[in-house]
């Protein structure tokens, strides 16, 4: 009787013991809310603390249950975009657990102004798929397989945007941090009004006396360095340097139009 009483009371404890979730519970919204909100110390805030993006399934590590793959914003980020590109499984306790995944340094920037990807599913590899505030379809793509050896996603494929061709050397821009002149090397349109502008500017200072072609190159640099200020690498800046571009082509070809039609003979009267 003493046993039985003493069971009983245990009986409780044990109980509580007792794990929340199998490893093959599936992971759903409610769960991944909680985690992420006490993990960016978002609990108790007035506003929604987590927002999802995107929530898929699938079952990279082939045990026979699928991994929650998230994109969210916490409350850490405010407008800035996601900041939670996670996948999620389940320990052999039941409980959540962040899988590795490898992080790639690229040889040369290629994302400029605000910059934020998502996660999509592509033959059983996990796809990170970057966008930023230019006007290019995808210029990051990052693919990455599960290797059970290294317990990570490693990178198997990474496709980055190249740069076109323009007036000046974009390596030596990247060395030299301008970021404007970096950002104009990858987006095609810039680079085509970059070089159409070197050639009206080459074929404006043709012809200058001395005097007026130092007054012109000084010009130029003025009008580089105004750029930059005017069209900061954010949001916009395509556009802005866009018009910028075809604003000081239109004023050097009608300054070349002007020169010729005063040098042409005049009629006589």
């Known amino acids: ?10 009986l409780p404890l044990f109980a509580a013991q007792e794990p929340a979730h199998k490893p093959s519970d599936k992971i759903d919204k409610d769960e991944l809310s909680a985690y992420l909100a006490k993990q960016a110390g978002c609990e108790g805030e007035e506003v929604e603390p987590v927002y999802f993006w995107s929530v898929e399934q699938f079952d990279f ?10 994109v969210a914003s916490t409350c850490m980020t405010g407008t800035a975009g996601p900041d939670v590109h996670s ?14 995944i490898q992080e790639v340094n690229l040889e040369h920037r290629v994302l400029f102004g605000n910059a934020n990807s998502t996660f999509r599913i592509e033959d059983g590899l996990l796809v990170d798929v970057y966008h930023d505030t230019s006007d290019r ?41 301008d ?9 095609e349109t810039l680079a085509d009004l970059d070089v159409e502008l070197a050639e009206t500017y080459k074929a404006y200072l043709q012809g200058l006396a001395a005097d007026s072609r130092k007054a012109a190159i000084e010009e130029q640099r003025n009008w580089i360095a105004q750029r930059n200020k005017d069209c900061v690498i954010y949001k916009w800046w395509v556009g802005c340097l866009e018009e910028k571009y075809k604003a000081r082509i239109a004023e050097l070809k ?14 006589a009267t």
Not at 1 to 10: A, D, H, P, T
Not at 139 to 165: G, H, M, N, R
């Open 1 to 10: 009787m003493r046993l039985k009483v003493i069971f009983l009371l245990l």
């Open 61 to 70: 590590l082939g045990r026979g249950y699928d991994q929650a793959v998230v």
């Open 87 to 100: 996948v999620f499984t389940r320990d052999e306790k039941g409980e959540l657990k962040e899988l590795k």
């Open 137 to 177: 379809d995808e210029p990051l793509v990052i693919k990455y397989k599960w290797d059970p050896a290294k317990e990570q996603f490693t990178a198997i494929s990474v496709i980055a945007a190249k740069p076109y061709k323009t007036s000046y050397d974009c390596d030596k821009a990247e060395k030299a941090q």
């Open 179 to 187: 970021e404007t002149a970096q950002a104009i090397c990858y987006v």
């Open 254 to 267: 009608k300054r070349i139009d002007e020169r010729k039609g005063s040098a042409s003979p005049q009629p």
